[in-house]
């Protein structure tokens, strides 16, 4: 959730944060009302308590005369106490409401616009070409022997698969490359829950445009995790935390799942767009002053991952209208993919500011030991998703394809080759 004190203080900049991201800028008014009228609902309250307490000391020190009359006039004030604290409850209700529908606040220099409205900002390396017709990743793989496709679908239905052989290495490859590149940076590893409850969810913005996009346990009342930034978001939830030596950092290793509603039609082929994946991602708890800087580090980890796999790829500043709720700003690096002639994501990196640690309750004590709300940054350090890249990227004329200096330990080949 946005900071209050910030709405109240600067009204326009939220309402221009709400236009960049195409979302509704009256949002912000209905906040500010239900801010205003919470305040004067607690004021009320606060005032009736007041008045009740005096009025129960006069009580035990009234003549018996006297008694009676009061008595009567601390059941009158007991009953609009009641119905003061009733309203006081429904306004905070209203507020949270209002609150939550409100998102963070984009940060001055992001782009406004959809989509395609992103800022290029670097292009690392130049577009692979070939003096042979290109093979899609699925053409690849599945004469590689390393993904099928059929089977998953049989198995479980559209939009799954299996990884298989050195598919398999592939990916345990990539993940494990990025796990030891993780603790080399000071990150802790984890291997969180991918079943979380709905405050956590909630908490870290995914149950409001994106809820589409989860599965719901409803026996349960759990969530599946569409990214391990979930669960390490809450892992922290309702803490304080010291922060006196630096960020926090995570790294977390685990299967992720996402509903892709909405995406008929969008990459049906191959592992593009798929129901489940594994993921490393980065995830940190800092100081708010530092999450700019932080956000660079995590951007440029990223992108000595993707040195690393040996691929083309560009760096570009997200669009106000493409960001999620929780983002205040977010790169993303793109790999080029020869058959399709474009650049298709690979990693993000956001900045969530104090928007989700607020939600959490996840605060630090400043140099005066008073607690104050966190920032929460999060970044993709590899997915399945690169093997798409890896693959187109690195193919041969006979079909095989090579494989990057970095992976040949994970993987145990040079190159794969169809098997015989």
């Known amino acids: 959730m946005i900071d209050l004190r910030f709405l109240r203080e600067n009204p326009e900049a939220v309402r221009a944060s709400q236009r960049a991201r195409g979302e509704d800028p009256a949002l912000v008014d209905a906040l500010l009302e239900a801010d205003a009228a919470r305040r004067a609902a607690v004021a ?76 290029l900002l670097e292009t690392v390396g130049a577009p692979t070409e070939f003096d042979f017709p290109p093979r899609d990743h699925l053409d690849l793989g599945e004469s590689l022997g390393l993904i099928d496709m059929e089977r998953g679908a049989k198995v479980s239905g559209a939009r799954f698969y299996f990884l298989t052989g050195y598919g398999a290495l592939l990916q345990l490859g990539l993940l494990q490359l990025a796990a030891q590149r993780a603790v080399a940076n000071g990150f802790t590893m984890m291997i969180p829950p991918v079943l979380v409850r709905p405050e956590i969810m909630a908490g870290t913005g995914f149950l409001g445009q994106h809820s589409a996009e989860v599965y719901h346990l409803g026996d349960d009342d759990l969530y599946l995790v569409g990214t391990s930034e979930v669960p390490l978001a809450g892992y922290h939830s309702g803490e304080i935390l010291d922060l006196s030596d630096g960020p926090k950092r995570y790294a977390g290793w685990s299967s992720c799942f996402r509903r892709e509603a909405g995406s008929y039609g969008k990459d049906t082929r191959g592992i593009i767009r798929v129901h489940q994946f594994d993921k490393v991602e980065m995830f940190v708890y800092c100081r708010p002053e530092n999450a700019d800087a932080e956000h660079r580090r995590l ?105 990057p200096a970095a992976l040949v330990p994970f993987v145990g080949r040079e190159v794969l080759e169809p098997p015989r």
């Open 44 to 119: 009320t309250a606060d005032n009736l308590r007041a008045e009740q307490k005096a009025l129960g000391k006069k009580v035990g020190k009234a003549s018996p005369d006297e008694r009676a009359t009061l008595l009567a006039h601390a059941q009158e004030l007991s009953a609009k106490v009641k119905e003061a604290e009733s309203a006081e409850n429904a306004a905070d209700a209203e507020l949270d409401s209002a609150h939550r529908a409100i998102s963070n606040v984009v940060q001055e220099g992001a782009p406004a616009g959809g989509e395609d409205d992103f800022v």
């Open 299 to 403: 951007l440029n980890w990223e992108k000595e991952m993707l040195a690393a796999i040996e691929v083309p790829y560009r760096v570009i500043d997200v669009a106000g209208g493409d960001l999620g709720s929780s983002a205040a700003r977010k790169f993303d690096c793109e790999a080029w993919v020869p058959t399709q002639q474009t650049y298709r994501e690979l990693t993000s990196t956001s900045n969530c500011t104090t928007f989700q640690a607020r939600r959490l309750s996840v605060r630090y004590r400043d140099e005066n030991g008073k607690p104050q709300i966190a920032a929460t940054l999060n970044g993709t350090l590899a997915t399945t998703r690169w093997i798409v890249a890896l693959l187109e990227n690195h193919q041969q004329a006979d079909g095989s394809v090579r494989v």
